[in-house]
């Protein structure tokens, strides 16, 4: 009998997921769950979403009283210049609005150029109470189509970066520097990022997140004010005005790169651990 649609969509979605813990280095985990021989770290198979995991997303967020203060947060980053200080005081620490209220004052932006090209502005996706946000830098072309962030191929591996740390994109939050497609998918200008980043700060203040990771250098540099490599600091706590911040590699650089597939899945590790998500570490 042949094999029906269904079952072709679901085992090559199956192949991919494989394919993905291949190339995090982790096949012995799931050819061999109960083996003790291998030394990594394994991720909580993400068939469905942890009873962990399920009740740190239910959590409200924590109360921002007091600034955190991991051991990186004194670094000292180069400052982008005369917009820097601007940029910051957009953003309200004690901001009650909502996602809703921030999307209405957006409207049908033309605050910069790229309003001239897009078909759609991608605002956000996700829990408007998560306690995890991930940051690109733009919309591409699948996502300036669907109105949605992260619905692409490097989308689909974003997703299956969420799966494998126990979540589901609905019980976390993602969205963008910029909210409209730059053309050619380059990268969004200082005009552009200065135009629309307070938005994304003023996202990041709705929700108040317990962590935000930052995916590629421009997320990385907008928040942190700096025009430093992300290579300096990838993988490492950084403090954004009291939020964790932890910057890692773009989906779409992996998707160039698949080697660094296991840097970024050893930086969700750190996440994992900051929110109480399981982290099985196998017995030596
Ligand atoms: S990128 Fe941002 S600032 Fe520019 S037009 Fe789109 S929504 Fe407005």
């Not at 979605?13 to 990594?40: C, I, M, N, T, V």
């Not at 189509?145 to 970066?161: C, H, Y």
């Not at 650089?253 to 998500?277: C, F, H, I, S, T």
Request: charged share 25%; aromatic share 8%; net charge positive.
């Amino acid at each position: 009998m042949p094999e029906s649609a269904a079952n072709i969509a679901r085992n090559e979605k199956l192949r991919q997921r494989l394919q993905f813990y291949e190339d995090l280095g982790l096949a012995p985990f799931y050819r061999d769950r109960s083996s003790s021989s291998s030394q990594s770290v394994q991720p909580h198979w993400p068939a469905s979403l942890s009873d962990s995991a399920s009740q740190i997303m239910k959590e409200s967020p924590l109360p921002k009283s007091a600034p955190m203060t991991p051991a990186t947060t004194s670094r000292s980053v180069a400052p982008l210049g005369s917009s820097g200080p601007l940029l910051f005081d957009a953003a309200n620490k004690l901001s009650t609005e909502t996602l809703l209220q921030i999307r209405d004052d957006l409207g049908e932006c033309t605050r910069c150029k790229l309003h001239g090209t897009r078909h759609t502005i991608v605002f956000g996706d996700g829990n408007p109470k998560a306690q995890l946000i991930f940051v690109g830098e733009g919309p591409g072309a699948d996502e300036d189509a669907q109105g949605l962030p992260f619905v692409g191929r490097a989308g689909k591996l974003l997703t299956q970066m969420i799966e494998a740390m126990g979540l589901n994109r609905r019980d976390v939050y993602i969205c963008n520097v910029v909210k409209c497609r730059p053309p050619g998918n380059r990268q969004p200008e200082p005009d552009e990022v200065a135009a629309c980043s307070p938005f994304l700060f003023r996202q990041l203040d709705s929700i108040k997140p317990k962590v935000i990771v930052c995916l590629g250098a421009t997320a990385f540099q907008t928040l942190l004010q700096t025009n430093r490599s992300i290579s300096h600091y990838r993988g490492q706590w950084l403090d954004y005005r009291g939020f964790k911040m932890l910057p890692t590699y773009h989906p779409a650089y992996l998707l160039r790169n698949p080697a660094a597939k296991a840097d970024v899945w050893k930086d969700l590790q750190k996440v994992m651990a900051e929110l109480g998500l399981e982290v099985k570490k196998k017995a030596k």
